[in-house]
């Protein structure tokens, strides 16, 4: 059996879940996000599903998202990359409560996530050594070239506004697996991909495998593309999840 229930961390309204009676018992640890315009609800399943395989689960809302929402959608659909750095910047306030409050074992951390919550998953392994393992479902590291054509953050038809998407864009080059690699390849890295997805290219995992490959960094890479899949998480997805970090945290 598991617990779940809806908790404050460094701010931020965050589903919690564990296996039932070990809410306060230190155990290992897995940071959700969820996709972009979805919420922790929505993706729940990840956390019942990985509460029952014996991991304590905090999947916060994505600034803008779930309880956090202004109800302004057509002012979010613009914010996409603001979002993905926001997510990304909050995670060491967000590690810090869980250490404070005692609940990860042995440092036993790790990160996950599905769309946006796949990019914010990887742009967190690039800078966050104390992460053990991360997954990243129908993601992408590399977001300064993904922002030309995934929400970009307005359409550019002079030098101005040019100079106003490159201001929004260049905070999150820190964060680029382009210049990366090795952080990103000296822990357990899953990543899983529909073939067929129609809003993040599979194209985009499959350019960091063969990155991590070409340069002899695949060590701990596990890798997983599901043929005739869109852009949604399937059973085999979730369960490939689970293993992965049963195996790994």
């Given at each position: ?5 809806t ?20 155990l ?5 996000y969820h996709?972009?315009t979805s919420?922790?609800?929505?993706y729940?399943?990840f956390?019942?599903?990985l509460?029952q ?7 916060p ?5 779930g309880?956090r ?16 750095r926001?997510?990304i910047?909050?995670?060491a ?9 005692k ?5 036993r951390?790790a ?6 919550g ?20 129908m ?6 070239t993904?922002?030309?054509t995934?929400?970009p953050?307005l ?26 690699l090795?952080r990103?390849?000296?822990?357990p ?11 993040v290219?599979a ?22 593309w ?7 998480i399937?059973?085999?997805a979730?369960?490939a999840?689970?293993r992965?970090?049963l195996?790994?945290?």
């Amino acid at each position: 059996m598991i617990e779940l229930q809806t908790e404050q961390f460094a701010d931020v309204e965050a589903l919690h879940a564990f296996p039932a009676g070990k809410q306060a018992q230190p155990l290992p640890c897995v940071v959700f996000y969820h996709g972009f315009t979805s919420s922790k609800l929505v993706y729940s399943y990840f956390a019942v599903a990985l509460a029952q395989a014996g991991f304590r689960v905090i999947m916060p809302d994505a600034p803008d998202h779930g309880a956090r929402f202004s109800g302004d959608v057509q002012h979010r659909l613009g914010q996409f990359w603001q979002i993905l750095r926001g997510n990304i910047e909050e995670f060491a306030a967000l590690r810090d409560a869980l250490e404070h409050r005692k609940l990860i074992e042995g440092q036993r951390l790790a990160v996950g996530g599905a769309s946006m919550g796949g990019m914010t998953a990887l742009g967190i392994m690039t800078h966050h050594p104390e992460v053990r393992c991360v997954a990243s479902l129908m993601g992408s590291g590399y977001f300064t070239t993904l922002a030309r054509t995934l929400f970009p953050p307005l359409a550019v038809t002079d030098s101005a506004q040019q100079h106003e998407f490159d201001a929004i864009i260049a905070p999150l080059a820190r964060w680029d697996v382009s210049t990366q690699l090795a952080r990103v390849a000296d822990r357990p890295l899953l990543l899983w991909h529909g073939e067929q997805d129609d809003v993040v290219p599979a194209a985009e995992s499959f350019r960091l495998q063969q990155a991590l490959q070409d340069n002899g960094l695949d060590n701990h890479l596990t890798y997983l593309w599901e043929s005739g899949v869109t852009h949604r998480i399937t059973p085999q997805a979730l369960e490939a999840t689970v293993r992965f970090f049963l195996r790994h945290l």
